[in-house]
């Protein structure tokens, strides 16, 4: 038996929650300066509830060749990758409008 999506009644394979929300979002792009003058890149404003951030965090870290977490909803990169990020949140299916550098 098919396992049913909750929000739009879909079966999980035809289930359209998750594009939609990548959609809706308002990402902020930045980066920050850290001990010693390191520079680390903070993407933020990714909803928790419906991207797996874990997953998405692993994604960019092997593209970019760098390390990084997750905290509180935020992704943290190591070194400066602002432009490269957006490339890559936009292959995934992020709406190029949505993210913005701050």
């Given at each position: 038996?098919?396992?049913i999506?909750?929000?739009?009644?879909?079966?999980?394979?035809?289930?359209?929650?998750?594009?939609?929300?990548?959609?809706?979002?308002?990402?902020?792009?930045?980066?920050?300066?850290?001990?010693?003058?390191?520079?680390?890149?903070?993407?933020?404003?990714?909803?928790?509830?419906?991207?797996?951030?874990?997953?998405?965090?692993?994604?960019?870290?092997?593209l970019?060749?760098?390390?990084?977490?997750?905290?509180?909803?935020?992704?943290?990169?190591?070194?400066?990758?602002?432009?490269?990020?957006?490339?890559?949140?936009?292959?995934?299916?992020?709406?190029?409008?949505?993210?913005?550098?701050?």
């Amino acid at each position: 038996m098919q396992e049913i999506c909750n929000k739009c009644g879909l079966p999980k394979e035809l289930c359209i929650c998750e594009t939609i929300s990548k959609e809706a979002q308002v990402i902020k792009i930045r980066t920050i300066k850290k001990r010693f003058g390191k520079i680390s890149t903070i993407v933020e404003g990714i909803d928790e509830k419906n991207i797996d951030i874990p997953t998405l965090t692993k994604k960019l870290k092997g593209l970019l060749a760098c390390g990084g977490t997750h905290k509180n909803g935020k992704i943290e990169l190591q070194g400066e990758h602002v432009q490269k990020v957006r490339e890559a949140l936009i292959k995934e299916g992020f709406a190029e409008e949505s993210i913005s550098r701050s």
